[in-house]
């Protein structure tokens, strides 16, 4: 079972930064697929950023430029830096794994985009 962990949300101002980390407890993290997911309320689970697990990204359309996706294998950690928030990358967002054909999830972290 791999478990996810999530931390970093929090209350931001337009056009402010905020730094999302997510701890993987699995010994094979190196091999995972790993992604930032959000959901806004009403709206479906949308992709954020991915990375495998040699380092190479993408991007939703709508965070290029302004997110960076990374991943740490010795910490078995990924990030998502986030800046010139807009409030409408207001969201709960989610660590995601994919590994052995399996996708997990972790339990999401709140990013409120407010004056």
């Known amino acids: 079972q791999v478990q996810l962990v999530e931390s970093g949300g929090g209350l931001v101002q337009p056009g402010g930064s905020l730094r999302l980390s997510c701890a993987a407890s699995?010994?094979?993290?190196?091999?995972?697929?790993m992604g930032w997911y959000r959901q806004a309320p009403g709206k479906q689970r949308e992709l954020v950023a991915t990375?495998?697990?040699?380092?190479?990204?993408k991007y939703a359309d709508s965070v290029k430029g302004r997110f960076t996706i990374s991943r740490d294998n010795a910490k078995n950690s990924v990030n998502l830096q986030m800046n010139s928030l807009k409030p409408e990358d207001m969201a709960v967002y989610y660590c995601?794994?994919?590994?052995?054909?399996?996708?997990?999830w972790g339990q999401g972290t709140q990013v409120i985009v407010s004056s």
């Open positions: 995601n794994a994919f590994i052995l054909g399996k996708y997990f």
């Open positions: 699995t010994t094979i993290f190196s091999n995972a697929l």
């Open positions: 990375i495998t697990n040699s380092g190479s990204t």
